[in-house]
C-alpha cells in the first residue's frame, strides 16, 4: 500500500467495520456498502463459506450476526496494512462483543454477554473491501455456550489478551524497513524453521532461534494458549505433528509486516493427512485435509514474542466426516428465559 494512503485507508476501513458492527438491522446495508465494493467476494468459516457481492454478505453473515446479537461492537487488537503480490491489504485481529438475545446459527439464545474471537484479511481498490477472508473462533463460541462437543483443550481457553505492547492498533504510517525487518523474521521462521522438521526431533524446527523465551502463543478454542516455547512443542506442535506428520503450509492468500507485527492467511494453507496420534480427540483417519489458517505475529527486537493463530476447525472436521454445529446444536439446553 503506498505510504502516502495507507493511515488514511486504514482509518476509513477500521471506521467502517465499526459502524458496520453497530449498525441498527435496517441500516446494515448502507454501512456495508460503504466500505465493500458492490460485487466483493467474501469467505467466512465454516458454515458460513463462500459468498459474493453485498447483498448476500448482509443476508447470509453480517444480518444474522446482528439480529443474534442486537448490542454487537466491535474491538480490534491489531489492526495492519500492507503490499501483497499486487494487492493492498487490511488485516485485522479482535472480538466482537454483544448479548445473544436470538438463534444464531442454530445456536440457541443465552441472554447472556458472548465475546467472539474474529480474523480477518481485506483486499482494497480503491479503498473498498474487494475479497475478505474471515474466521470466527467457532470453537470458543461453542465452549462458552456449554456445548462444545471437542474434548477440553490441552492449553488454556478463555479471552486472548491484545499485544504486551498495546501497540496493535497500527492506524498511523510506520517505517517500511521495520516491516520489511519483521516480515523476514516469519518468514525465516517458517521457511527455515517449521518446515526443517525432521519428523522426529522438535528442536530440528529451531523455535529457540526464533523466539523469547516466554513466547506467547494464543491459540483457537479447542487448543487453547500456551506460554514459552517447551510448552508450545508439548500442547500444541508435539500433538499437531504427530497428527499431520506429512503437513505442509505457507500457501498465503496473503501474508505482510507492519510496524513489529506481520500476519499471513491461506485458503488453504496447509495440506496434510490424517495419519497419526489423537488430536482433539480425533483418532486417525488417514484422509487428506487442507486448512484455512491465519497468524499474527509480534516482534521484539530480534526476535518473536507473541502468536495470534486461527484455524477453521469446523471446515477441518467437516472434511473428517464430522459436522461440529450439528453436534453442539444436538448438546444445547432450552433457552433462558
Given at each position: ?142 465452549r462458552q455456550l456449554g456445548i462444545n462437543p471437542l474434548r ?114 491461506g485458503w488453504p494453507s496447509i495440506k496434510a493427512t490424517h ?26 527486537g530480534n526476535l518473536l514474542a507473541e502468536n495470534w493463530i ?28
Open positions: 500500500m503506498r505510504r502516502h494512503l495507507a493511515a488514511i485507508a486504514k482509518r476509513q476501513t477500521i471506521d467502517g467495520l465499526r459502524r458496520l458492527a453497530r449498525a441498527v438491522p435496517a441500516d446494515l446495508d448502507a454501512a456495508a456498502a460503504a466500505i465493500f465494493a458492490r460485487d466483493a467476494d467474501y469467505i467466512g468459516s465454516h458454515p458460513v463459506n463462500q459468498m459474493h457481492g453485498v447483498d448476500e454478505i448482509v443476508a447470509r453473515y453480517l444480518a444474522p450476526m446482528k439480529m443474534a446479537m442486537p448490542d454487537l461492537e466491535r474491538r480490534d487488537d491489531i489492526f495492519m496494512a500492507g503490499h501483497w503480490q499486487d494487492g493492498d491489504w487490511i488485516s485485522a485481529t479482535g472480538y466482537y462483543y454483544g448479548t445473544l438475545t436470538d438463534e444464531w446459527f442454530g445456536l440457541q439464545p443465552t441472554n447472556q454477554w458472548l465475546y467472539v474471537r474474529f480474523g480477518e484479511f481485506y483486499r482494497l481498490v480503491e479503498g473498498r473491501i474487494v475479497d475478505a477472508y474471515v474466521i470466527l473462533d467457532w470453537i470458543d463460541v461453542f477440553r483443550a490441552l492449553g488454556v481457553e478463555g479471552l486472548c489478551p491484545p499485544p504486551k505492547a498495546q501497540d496493535g492498533l497500527l492506524l498511523g504510517d510506520t517505517d517500511p524497513a521495520e516491516a520489511e525487518r519483521s516480515l523476514k523474521l516469519v518468514e525465516a521462521m517458517i521457511f527455515e524453521g517449521m518446515w526443517a522438521f525432521d519428523g522426529v526431533n522438535h528442536e530440528s524446527m529451531r523455535f529457540h532461534d526464533f523466539w523469547v523465551p516466554d513466547m506467547m502463543w494464543y491459540g483457537p478454542g479447542g487448543i487453547g494458549t500456551t506460554r514459552g516455547v517447551d510448552n508450545f512443542y508439548r500442547y500444541h506442535e508435539g500433538p499437531f505433528n504427530e497428527a499431520w506428520p506429512d503437513f505442509k503450509g505457507g500457501n498465503h492468500v496473503a501474508r505482510f509486516g507492519d510496524g513489529p507485527f506481520t500476519c499471513s492467511t495419519t497419526g496420534g489423537n488430536f482433539l480427540g480425533l483418532e486417525p483417519s488417514h484422509r487428506p485435509v487442507t486448512m484455512r489458517v491465519m497468524d499474527w505475529w509480534r516482534r521484539d486461527f484455524i477453521d476447525l469446523p471446515d477441518l472436521f467437516r472434511q473428517l466426516g464430522r459436522d461440529l454445529f450439528a453436534e453442539a446444536r444436538a448438546l444445547q439446553r432450552p433457552p433462558r428465559s
